[in-house]
């Protein structure tokens, strides 16, 4: 049997190595609804962490192991890729719990809302990655507008108010849907679609439930931090295998932390100023090091401003608010 295709680089890396990270997500992706998640459960902050500790720890050894396959360079890049991905991904975790909180969404459903979530999240950002390398091998320039992104961003983050993220209720993109959709006005257990008779036609029809459209919200609300995210790990690595790697551990883990991070969302209330502290970093340190030649950081030393930067800000953020109350 003839193995050289596994040997055919395919966005940078042999085929054989995209091969073994699939095979690693779809082995978690099964664990996590064959045996964690087998029945509709309400997931605790204990069993959140436990979780937690799971994907991260396994995010880490995949970052071990690219070290070791590909080079230090790659893993001190994938590890700043992972933990600035993951940090990110806290922000999105409050616009997901207002979106729970609009739908009313039981938190027994709320897992199989974010595990289905996540199957949308890889194709997207793969397909997102995947446009971003080919534009960024092309038009190496592209990366400078990604830096100033970031740059601007992380400033509009830090002078923005607490006030200013939008209302569900007003929100025109849930208007559309609802426009453009039969949505039942109740939930029909963890069904996302149900049959039942439509009053305008008087026929049985497919509608959808209020759950799969906080799903579909989940969704478009991981599309916008993309956004940030996406252009975030191209400006600490040009190389697809490890943008896209990073990003789905981390996002992999997401659905297991949010359920600590929801009931504890009042500590974390100064974080926004770190992240948009290490959004800032990252993007001005490409015009630093390549456009005013002042100073070139290596890998490792944006690893550890990076993680400075968070355990800075999660620490001060806990201080700042060591009276508020676990949900």
């Known amino acids: 049997m003839n193995l050289d295709f596994l040997f055919v680089e395919v966005l940078s890396k042999p085929v054989w190595s995209w091969i073994v990270f699939f095979a690693l997500v779809i082995f978690l992706l099964i664990l996590d609804l064959g045996l964690f998640n087998k029945k509709d459960h309400e997931i605790g902050v204990k069993e959140s962490l436990k979780m937690s500790a799971f994907y991260i720890g396994i995010g880490l050894l995949f970052g071990v192991w690219v070290w070791w396959k590909f080079g230090a360079d790659s893993g001190f890049n994938y590890l700043t890729g992972f933990v600035v991905e993951k940090s990110l991904a806290m922000d999105n975790i409050f616009v997901i719990a207002m979106i729970f909180a609009y739908f009313k969404t039981p938190r027994i459903y709320q897992h199989r809302v974010l595990f289905w979530g996540i199957i949308g999240v890889i194709i997207l950002r793969g397909i997102m990655i995947g446009l971003g390398s080919a534009i960024v091998t092309r038009f190496e320039?592209?990366?400078?507008?990604?830096?100033?992104?970031?740059?601007?961003?992380?400033?509009?983050?830090?002078?923005?108010?607490?006030?200013?993220?939008?209302?569900?209720v007003d929100n025109?993109?849930?208007?559309?849907?609802?426009?453009?959709?039969?949505?039942?006005?109740?939930?029909?257990?963890?069904?996302?679609?149900?049959?039942?008779?439509?009053?305008?036609?008087?026929?049985?029809?497919?509608?959808?439930?209020?759950?799969?459209?906080?799903?579909?919200?989940?969704?478009?609300?991981?599309?916008?931090?993309?956004?940030?995210?996406?252009?975030?790990?191209?400006?600490?690595?040009?190389?697809?295998?490890?943008?896209?790697?990073?990003?789905?551990?981390?996002?992999?883990?997401?659905?297991?932390?949010?359920?600590?991070?929801?009931?504890?969302?009042?500590?974390f209330h100064y974080l926004k100023y770190t992240l948009s502290l290490v959004l800032v970093f990252i993007g001005s340190k490409i015009f630093i090091g390549d456009v005013f030649g002042w100073y070139h950081f290596s890998s490792l030393q944006s690893l550890c401003i990076t993680l400075f930067l968070l355990a800075s800000g999660v620490i001060f953020s806990l201080m700042k608010t060591k009276n508020e109350p676990i949900e």
């Not at 453009?180 to 509608?207: E, S």
């Not at 252009?231 to 790697?245: G, K, L």
């Open 172 to 267: 025109s993109l849930l208007k559309f849907l609802r426009n453009h959709l039969r949505i039942t006005d109740n939930l029909h257990g963890h069904d996302f679609f149900v049959r039942q008779m439509n009053p305008a036609t008087g026929k049985l029809q497919l509608f959808c439930t209020p759950l799969f459209v906080a799903l579909l919200m989940v969704e478009i609300a991981d599309v916008i931090f993309a956004v940030d995210s996406v252009p975030a790990v191209f400006t600490i690595t040009t190389d697809p295998y490890v943008v896209f790697t990073s990003n789905i551990f981390a996002i992999l883990g997401l659905r297991a932390l949010y359920f600590a991070l929801s009931a504890m969302i009042k500590r």
């Open 141 to 168: 320039w592209v990366l400078y507008i990604f830096a100033a992104f970031l740059v601007y961003t992380g400033i509009k983050m830090m002078f923005s108010k607490d006030d200013d993220d939008s209302d569900l």
